[in-house]
Every structure is written in structure tokens, then in C-alpha cells.
């Protein structure tokens, strides 16, 4: 029997990008599906929360994804733009946002298409992992799609005119997210039990295996 996890993904947390080799690892060394389901930043969805926060936790964020990063392995740099445009010193964000909507509308495509997980892998390499310098400018995320054996004009064609239906389809998304127990990411789902974090991967795994989670053949 093959077993199902969700996996909320957001393309602005450094967390859900650090650890995507191990959510595809799930995936390839289990018997198990792995439902990607790809929500806004808490910037967009609570953006009051960064101005709420204690001063000191934005330097802690910043030495501590850089030090995972290390920890692991990964190649690791904050993207150029950030996928959400922010005020820093006054920890504002502004509703004019040029990058996420179309990120997190590709990554519902992405998904619909069955390449959900590719397509994080390969996007989120390219924005967090490359140093691409202006990623959302030239074929960077086209090249980046056709990685994921995706075409990304024929996905934007789908999107276009249809806006309404995608956001749609991430608002499930997050409701689904606050249902299981949780608002961050990246957050997976197993049995409505939630398992925040790219440091609780081993904990969900060794969840799944009670449930008889086996060894992919």
C-alpha cells in the first residue's frame, strides 16, 4: 500500500528550499506519494507578522539558514530579488508583489501537470541554491521548468485568464495547512499530524513507518 503525505511549500522560506533532497528522498526511497501543495509566504498571508516579531529574530533567521545550509551541504544564497518584496527597515510589505503570485501560480500548474516536486526542486535551486542574479529575468526560470520536465509557456498559458482559480487552489491549500494544526512551512501532513520544519522530516518519517510505511521496491 502506498502511503500519502502532504508537503506545504512555500517559495519564499529558505527552510522548505533546505530541505527539498530530503522530501525527494522521501519519495524515491519509500513507498509513499508526496502531495505537494504550495502556499503564500506568511508575508503575504499574515503580513503583519514580521512587524510583530522580537527584533532580534530576523538576525537569528539569517545565521541560522546559512549554518543549515553548511550543516547539510546545500548551496545557499538569500535570493536576488527576494521573492517577496519587503521593506526591511521598517518590516513593511507592500501589495504591489511582482514575483510570488506568479511563483506559487506555477507551482499549482506544476502540480496539476504531475511534476509538483520537480518543479519546487528545480525553481528553488535556481532562486535559493544558484546565486542567479535577477532569477525571474531571461531563461532562467524557463530553463529551470524544462528541468522539471515542464514547459513554462504552456503552464503561464493555462494560468492566464484562469487567475482566479489558482488562487483558488492555494487558498485550499492553506486552509488545509491551518486544519492539520500549523501555518508555517514547510509543514508535512501525515494522518491531519502536522510536522513542522526541515528538522522534523525524521520524526514524520518514523510516523509513517508505524502506519507501515515500507520501502520502495
Known sequence: MTLQVDLFWSFRSPYSYLGMERFK?????????????????????????????????????????????????????????????MDMKTRTIPKEQPYIHRLTRLGIEAVNRGRGLAFLDEISRTIWGKAVKNWHQGDHLKDATARAGLDLAAMEQSIEGNEQAYEDAIKVNEDAL?????????????????????????????RMKQAGLEPRT
Open 25 to 85: 528522498q522521501l519519495e524515491r526511497d519509500w513507498n509513499l506519494t508526496v502531495n505537494v501543495r504550495p502556499v503564500y509566504p506568511i508575508a503575504i498571508r499574515t503580513p503583519e507578522f514580521f512587524s510583530q516579531v522580537n527584533l532580534m529574530w530576523p538576525a537569528y533567521l539569517m545565521k541560522d539558514v546559512f549554518r543549515v545550509a553548511e550543516h547539510l551541504g546545500v548551496p545557499f544564497q538569500w535570493p536576488d530579488p527576494d521573492p517577496v518584496v
Open 178 to 206: 491551518e486544519k492539520c494544526g500549523h501555518w508555517g512551512v514547510p509543514t508535512l501532513a501525515f494522518k491531519g499530524e502536522p510536522f513542522f520544519g526541515q528538522d522534523r522530516i525524521d520524526m514524520c518519517l518514523w
